[in-house]
């Protein structure tokens, strides 16, 4: 099993920054991709962001330019840096990895509030 710890939520005024950290312990081996969905209220879950093992990004379209995604795979961790954040970035943000073989796994989410 792979545990997810996720952390650097919180509210944050328009125009602010945020940090998000997501720390994987447990069966940490074979893990491919790293990366960040949201859900707003009565909205579908999307993908944020992502990265590669070897480094490799993909941004939301709505968030290309404002947030970046890095990683440490020596201490198996993810980082979601947030900036010019908006109204419209308030959700929960999941952590996920997925392993070599396609399996994925969860955070527990981890509430952004953006007040106008």
């Known amino acids: 099993q792979v545990q997810l710890v996720e952390s650097g939520g919180g509210l944050v005024q328009a125009g602010g920054s945020l940090r998000l950290s997501c720390a994987a312990s447990?069966?940490?081996?074979?893990?491919?991709?790293m990366g960040w969905y949201r859900q707003a209220p009565g909205k579908q879950r999307e993908l944020v962001a992502a990265?590669?093992?070897?480094?490799?990004?993909v941004y939301a379209d709505s968030v290309k330019g404002r947030f970046t995604i890095s990683r440490d795979n020596a201490k198996n961790t993810v980082w979601l840096q947030m900036n010019s954040l908006k109204p419209e970035d308030t959700a929960v943000y999941y952590c996920?990895?997925?392993?070599?073989?396609?399996?994925?796994?969860w955070g527990q989410g981890t509430q952004v509030t953006v007040s106008s």
């Open positions: 996920y990895i997925e392993k070599d073989w396609g399996s994925r796994y």
């Open positions: 447990g069966s940490i081996f074979s893990i491919n991709i």
């Open positions: 990265i590669t093992r070897g480094g490799s990004t």
